[in-house]
């Protein structure tokens, strides 16, 4: 494959995936080529390629003779993907206290994204909490210098955003949510990874029982989650 032919395969693959994660191809939705092609303005080829690389990060699936869907995501997948995070933002959040000259990372960049999230929070009503949020914590998976656990958290996370699985619309998790990342970013600066740890996985469980709370209850199938909602936390 060659280097202009990889680049075309990687920016439908992120143009795609995006369309999932904000919506835009809403679960249900059949995927067809054609139509990405022309509104990507790119040739099938790499298309086909994405959708098969979004298929094996779990975006997309497929059905013999159909073809590529937007899949239903129930609340049975959001607890799985929940608990996959849970264990994984605690592994960065404690390789990221473990890291010399740490204060320089949440001063420079964990604090303002924190102060953003704040102001949010008071002057917006939370509007546009989600996209600085998930940037926070991106940061953390960036600075613990994984590759695979970044690879992975980046699926999950936008799994969760395509799947709904938000619980800020849950009265006061918010402001909650806003007191564990001032936690975790105390844990971090002041290089303690076990309480690092410790708070980030309780931030995520706790974000877990509030998307609980705020779905319907589920069927032995699983149901799938009532509405879709902005943000992550």
Known sequence: MTIERRTYKEQAYREIR?????????????????????????????????????????????????????????????????????????????????????????????????????????????????????????????????????????NLGGQLRFGSGSSSQVPGRIRHALGEHAAIMAAIAEGRPADAERLSREHVRHAAEAFEDSSAPADPAGARVPKRRSAEH
């Not at 298929?55 to 869907?69: I, K, N, Q, S």
């Not at 608990?83 to 949440?106: N, W």
């Open 18 to 154: 995006r369309m999932i994660v904000e919506g835009d191809l809403t679960p249900g939705t059949k995927v067809v080529v054609r139509m990405l092609s022309e509104r990507l303005r790119l040739s099938p080829t790499p298309i086909k390629a994405a959708l098969a690389g979004l298929e094996r990060d779990g975006f997309l699936t497929t059905f013999a003779h159909r073809g590529y869907f937007v899949p239903e995501v129930a609340v049975r997948d959001m607890r799985e993907i929940y608990e996959l995070r849970e264990a994984l933002d605690g592994i960065a959040a404690r390789k990221a206290a473990a890291l010399p000259g740490v204060e320089t990372f949440v001063q420079g960049t964990l604090q303002p994204l924190y102060d953003e999230q704040r102001r949010l929070l008071e002057e917006e009503d939370g509007a546009g909490y989600s996209d600085v949020d998930i940037e926070f914590h991106r940061a953390i998976w960036h600075v613990a210098d994984n590759v695979r656990l970044l690879q992975f958290m980046d």
